[in-house]
């Protein structure tokens, strides 16, 4: 029959197991000494030190001590988290990252000005915009002056505001000339399908010398 | 307690008083609760954890190093350490054992990488020894200066092992749980540590 095993001895030894629960000890003396070894053992490490201390062999620091760790480790967690703030924007800051980054906010900053200058809803295409343009912009402009030759500057003035320049330039470009009721204030107020109708309509007349020559 | 009903309460208590009464909400509450509120972002609740453990922790480092300035620098980065990884606390074990793993591997670590140094007799300036006749003082010292020695030259399995188990009163199966390894293991270690201090102590009675 084998010897106890350590963690058997172990048990017996801290009084886990009754030593009568084990008819081995009984019979065998290595087993008896060893286990009164480790009893002995654990007698002698297990002083009972000093009865203040709880009967800890670890001196007990003084009361300030405890005040200064709680203190230190505060200040080094802190510490801790504004590293980690400044590692997280010294990351961000870094060309890599920021350049890409400032490109893509510059971008969007872009889209979004051009977005909003733009309309959100577009302006009714009018079922009629001949008649409107009669009905309501034509009486009240001054009568045209007649129409000498296609490189009349008048004409080439509104041809030139019709595809060069954007609705927005052109309306601030006649904004120091217009008068009320005048027919530069009815072309800065056409919307963009009506405008580009007139254009066509302008360039249809100016493409037709008869009609020249009739008025 | 459930994470969500830990989160509700610890975040409850944090928003219910001032900073100033915050430590003493905190008190109240259990150690997961206070590892939810610290993972909410109370600090507060991470000082209490640290005035709850700290002396268990500063005995278990200076059992392994043997020193006050090291056992304190040992706690300042066991307590640090918990910090930065409690996202990686998964409640499996008790915070107490978490802790006593990180502990155990700093002083590992810390033992391994120089030979501990045990303090002078008198070097001892934190030792509160108010209600300690001098002649009491001196025995229980140079008996604590003996066993720590002896205790400094055990493979630090065995060492772990012993300071765990004698000192720090754990069970097998928590020393267990703290080393990643089976009870049968801890056991047979605990053997092989008494009988190998026995011979570094030479049969003296302490």
Redesign the interface.
Known sequence: MGHLTPALLVDLAEGIKADQSVPHLAQCDACRRALAELRATITDVAWPGNPEHGGSDVPEPSPLFWDHLSTRVREAVAEQGAHRRARWFEAWSRPLVALPLLATVTAIAVLAVVTLRKPLVPNPIPATPLPILQSTLLPSLPPLEPLGAPDDPALALIADYGTSLGWDELREEMAGVSHSGGIDEAVITLSTEERQELQRLLEEEMTQPSALGAS | MEPVAAFKRASASAKAGTSCTQGARFAELDDGELVVACRAGQ?SA??TL??RH??SV??LC??FVGN?EDA?DL??DV??RA??GLSGFRGGSSLSTWLYRIGVNACLNRVSARKPITEELDA?Q????R??SPS?RVL?QE??AR??EAIAQLPPKQRAT?VLR??QELS?EEIAEVLGSS??AV??N???A??N??KL?GGE??
């Open positions: 600090s991470f000082d640290v005035e700290r002396r500063y005995q200076y059992r006050h304190s706690t300042q307590f640090f910090y930065r001892r934190h030792v509160d020894t209600n300690e009491e229980r008996r604590g066993v720590r012993l004698m000192y097998h009870v049968g056991k047979a605990f053997f092989h008494l009988g201090l026995k102590l009675r302490l």
